[in-house]
């Protein structure tokens, strides 16, 4: 009797690591929560999130905090300060918040964007316009994927050329258009002039 309640013991030992993991994890998302709308929602969310985890999805919580750290790492490599990274992400989860698109997508779009050279206050501006781009033509993750990777190696060669502008038209984005309209030329002669 006392080795299965030594067995027990055990295992509540073992599991309390992790679950104070996914505790603390989410709640430095209610932090984000709370600056996106509000310490009741904060609140409420905190409850939640570690509840519905926990209890509906085990083991992905655990995983699910994992990520977020990974990314928290990440961005603050990237931009040189956890308070930056932690911010930055705020501000992608506001943003997330208020679009279509998925916070994991958006955070994956955001380092290709950062490692291509982009400064992070670009970002979110970057992120709507091609965003609005991307839903106005039915697109998803994948269509924003390839609109930051053509953008960010344009970033990376410092100029736009015809196979990264070619990226873009075949998703539907009218890109010969807006360089014609911006340098005051002919799509012909903006084409020519991006050889």
Known sequence: MS???????????HASGPIGNVHGKVGGLAGAVAAAG???????????????????????????AAQYEQTEIAFTSMLGSAEAAQSFLGELATFAAQTPFEL???????????????????????????????????GGEFEIDRVTRALGQMQAKGKGSAQEMNQ???LGIPAWQFLADQIGTSIPDAMKKAE
Do not use: C, W
């Open 3 to 13: 080795a299965d309640l030594t067995i027990v013991l055990n295992a509540i030992d």
């Open 168 to 170: 873009l038209a075949e």
């Open 38 to 64: 509000g310490p009741s929602k904060a609140r409420l969310a905190a409850p939640a999130a570690v509840g519905a985890g926990l209890v509906a999805r085990g083991g992905a919580a655990v995983g699910a």
């Open 104 to 138: 994991v997508g958006l955070q994956k779009s955001s380092r290709q964007l950062l490692a291509f050279g982009f400064q992070a206050e670009q970002i979110i501006p970057m992120m709507t316009s091609i965003g609005d781009a991307v839903s106005a033509l039915g």
